[in-house]
């Protein structure tokens, strides 16, 4: 495994943590950013449309990477604060290998999601030859 590479169990992580390239770019983002912002802050630097942005969002703040701030006003504000330090440390090692192999991270990201577009697939099938139950009556 090379210095940029990341370790079995982080790449266990990132499949299980992030989803899309949107979520990453979310993700890095937030982690740079030196306080709470808003998602229009994050649509305007990461150039983003907001259907995307929104889901990205969603899925940050489900695995614990992000924390809506409280009172906040009117416009929601988010901050980067991972709910876990295996979190804080998946994030640190993605933004580390992101900035010298990109092309490593982005390869990874694509395996990952091949394998659950096939894992899906074969649920599909699978489903398709299940036979319904005889109801009792």
Known sequence: MG????????????KEALGSYDELQLLLYARGQPGPWTMQD???????EEQPLDN???CLLEAGFLWT?????????FTYRPSSPALAELTERLAETLDRDP??????????ALERLRTSAARTFASAFVLGRKKDG
């Open 103 to 112: 092309l490593y991270l982005f390869d990874l990201m694509n395996r990952h």
């Open 69 to 77: 701030v409280e009172d906040s006003g009117p416009e929601k504000r």
């Open 42 to 48: 994050a649509s305007r630097r990461l150039h983003l």
């Open 3 to 14: 210095s940029h590479e990341l370790s079995p169990d982080l790449q266990e992580r990132l």
């Open 56 to 58: 990205a969002l969603a």
